[in-house]
């Protein structure tokens, strides 16, 4: 069975998996923004339940600072506030890749079914999933 796709279906195989690539690279950096997310909510728990006048200190780099616990809050709401908006942007971008994805793949099982069939290709269904 040496034979070789159509260059139409070469195309729409590679074009696939540059899709899956794609998703692979959106859930990476989906699941490290969830992360950053649960982490910054934690803190942000820890800092509420403190007392206002409780030394607060923050990372910067690779040394603790002294920091207003009031201004760490208010950091650490708009960071988390700007990391739930990167999330959902990054679940809507995933769902349409996928949809993309999906898409795609039916068409070329439906070129890859078309390509057995006119290969003589004997017997039952199609080729098991």
Same mark, same amino acid.
Do not use: H, W
């Given at each position: 069975?040496?034979?070789?796709?159509?260059?139409?279906?070469?195309?729409?195989?590679?074009?696939?998996?540059?899709?899956?690539?794609?998703?692979?690279?959106?859930?990476?950096?989906?699941?490290?923004?969830?992360?950053?997310?649960?982490?910054?909510?934690?803190?942000?728990?820890?800092?509420?339940?403190?007392? #206002?006048?409780?030394? =607060?200190?923050?990372?910067?780099?690779?040394? @603790?600072?002294?920091?207003?616990?009031?201004?760490? =809050?208010? #950091?650490?709401?708009?960071?988390? !506030?700007?990391?739930?908006?990167?999330?959902?942007?990054?679940?809507?971008?995933?769902?349409?890749?996928?949809?993309?994805? !999906?898409?795609?793949?039916?068409?070329?099982?439906?070129? @890859?079914?078309? @390509?057995?069939?006119?290969?003589?290709?004997?017997?039952?269904?199609?080729?098991?999933?």
């Amino acid at each position: 069975m040496g034979a070789e796709l159509p260059p139409e279906a070469q195309e729409k195989l590679q074009k696939l998996q540059e899709i899956q690539e794609q998703l692979s690279q959106i859930a990476m950096q989906k699941q490290q923004s969830e992360q950053q997310l649960q982490e910054a909510e934690r803190a942000l728990e820890l800092l509420e339940e403190t007392d #206002e006048d409780t030394t =607060v200190y923050k990372s910067v780099g690779d040394v @603790l600072v002294e920091s207003d616990r009031n201004e760490t =809050v208010e #950091e650490l709401q708009e960071e988390t !506030e700007t990391l739930e908006v990167r999330v959902d942007s990054l679940e809507s971008r995933e769902q349409k890749t996928e949809e993309q994805f !999906e898409s795609l793949r039916e068409e070329v099982q439906g070129m @890859l079914g078309g @390509l057995g069939g006119a290969l003589g290709g004997a017997g039952g269904g199609g080729p098991a999933q």
